[in-house]
């Protein structure tokens, strides 16, 4: 089994949104009516870095980082994964680390919010080091979602 993670391109867009997670499906959806193959065209055009990560030549997911602004120091971190995100796991977790270091690197604060329904993202967002607030109502339905947030000052890595 071969991984690598590259630079995300639009090309990588319809295949991934096309064999997107149903909890990804569903959070875009209640966060914002959005769709799979919207949110990543938008991530791949907007944001600092942004990658795709490979399993051989399976896609498992898309991912990267957006600026609030151009004079501020906080990202918004995003991720879409296929259901090869699990399935493939060990190898998903240690490419991640790396790209999120990045991010770090990039920014002073990444803040962002997660499904409350999603908990392996949520689990994996833990193992990154991020601070996971309480559930909240977000969206136009009010579902239930977690802010997550990373500060360079809190020590946290």
Avoid: K
Avoid at 27 to 55: M, Q
Avoid at 80 to 101: E, I, K, M
Avoid at 142 to 154: I, N
């Amino acid at each position: 089994m071969s991984t690598r993670v590259v630079a995300a391109q639009l090309e990588h867009v319809p295949l991934i949104a096309s064999m997107i997670r149903d909890v990804d499906r569903a959070e875009l959806w209640a966060a914002s009516r959005t769709t799979p193959f919207d949110a990543l065209a938008y991530g791949v055009e907007h944001s600092t870095s942004a990658w795709t990560g490979f399993v051989d030549d399976e896609p498992v997911c898309m991912f990267g980082v957006v600026p609030v602004s151009l004079l501020g120091g906080i990202g918004v971190p995003w991720m879409l994964g296929t259901d090869a995100v699990v399935r493939h796991q060990l190898a998903f977790l240690r490419g991640s680390r790396p790209c999120v270091d990045r991010m770090r690197s990039l920014y002073d604060s990444l803040v962002n919010y997660v499904d409350d329904r999603n908990t392996v993202a949520q689990r994996w967002l833990r193992w990154l080091g991020f601070t996971l607030e309480a559930p909240e109502p977000f969206g136009p339905d009010g579902v239930p979602f977690r802010r997550f947030t990373w500060r360079r000052d809190d020590g946290r890595q």
